[in-house]
């Protein structure tokens, strides 16, 4: 009988064991194959980001590479009658956003390419991505969003598009500006 249980508890270590080797190795992938690492937004800015969004009731907002989700977080709370929207290819981040996630109905987590999301319905869009991405994903925004649609970029500036107006979050640090275009 005891042998019974000790195999059992055996078996199941190795397979446990064997599943996070494999989660492991897949954040790696991830973190070798995606363009931009997983840095979360200081959390001494949230709140400072947050409040430029000034959505109303109904609207969409969308954070593409969301990371664990702290913004939309926020979000949801100062606003809550919007839907908030993450989008995240990292494994440990998209499974951290998800567990965050639990109990705010209106706060959906995503695991998708952001390059392959579909953003028509978003007034709002939040992005924390390195230069080369950002350009890309305002390509994107640009051709797929609604006139009028907001993106707030922390940090990282457009080449090609002029920023309506740009906000001072922060002296020190990441997390020092944040760049407000619309479409
Ligand atoms: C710098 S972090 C920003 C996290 C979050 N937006 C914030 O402000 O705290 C960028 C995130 O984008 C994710 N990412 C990079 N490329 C992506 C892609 N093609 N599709 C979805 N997520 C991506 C990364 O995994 C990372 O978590």
Same mark, same amino acid.
């Given at each position: 009988?005891?042998?019974?249980?000790?195999?059992?508890?055996?078996?199941?270590?190795?397979?446990?064991?064997?599943?996070?080797?494999?989660?492991?190795?897949?954040?790696?992938?991830?973190?070798?194959?995606?363009?931009?690492?997983?840095?979360?937004?200081?959390?001494?800015?949230?709140?400072?980001?947050?409040?430029?969004?000034?959505?109303?009731?109904?609207?969409?907002?969308?954070?593409?590479?969301?990371?664990?989700?702290?913004?939309?977080?926020?979000?949801?709370?100062?606003?809550?009658?919007?839907?908030?929207?993450?989008?995240?290819?990292?494994?440990?981040? =998209?499974?951290?956003?998800?567990?965050?996630?639990?109990?705010?109905?209106? *706060?959906?987590?995503?695991?998708?390419?952001?390059?392959?999301?579909?953003?028509?319905?978003?007034?709002?869009? =939040? *992005?924390?991505?390195?230069?080369?991405? *950002?350009?890309?994903? *305002?390509?994107?925004?640009?051709?797929?969003?609604?006139?009028?649609?907001?993106?707030?970029?922390?940090?990282?500036?457009?080449?090609?598009?002029?920023?309506?107006?740009?906000?001072?979050?922060?002296?020190?640090?990441?997390?020092?500006?944040?760049?407000? =275009?619309?479409?």
């Amino acid at each position: 009988m005891f042998f019974l249980f000790y195999f059992i508890l055996a078996v199941l270590i190795v397979f446990l064991s064997i599943i996070c080797i494999f989660a492991f190795l897949f954040e790696i992938y991830s973190a070798l194959t995606l363009s931009v690492p997983f840095v979360p937004v200081p959390k001494k800015v949230v709140r400072k980001i947050v409040a430029q969004f000034r959505m109303m009731p109904g609207d969409v907002l969308f954070d593409l590479g969301c990371g664990e989700g702290r913004v939309l977080r926020e979000a949801v709370a100062e606003y809550p009658g919007i839907q908030a929207v993450g989008v995240e290819m990292g494994l440990l981040p =998209y499974f951290l956003a998800r567990v965050y996630a639990i109990g705010k109905p209106n *706060l959906r987590i995503l695991r998708e390419n952001m390059y392959q999301s579909d953003i028509s319905q978003a007034t709002h869009i =939040y *992005l924390y991505l390195f230069p080369e991405v *950002l350009e890309e994903i *305002l390509y994107k925004i640009h051709r797929e969003c609604r006139p009028g649609t907001l993106v707030f970029s922390c940090d990282f500036s457009s080449k090609t598009y002029n920023p309506e107006r740009v906000v001072e979050l922060s002296d020190t640090g990441r997390g020092r500006k944040l760049f407000v =275009y619309r479409v």
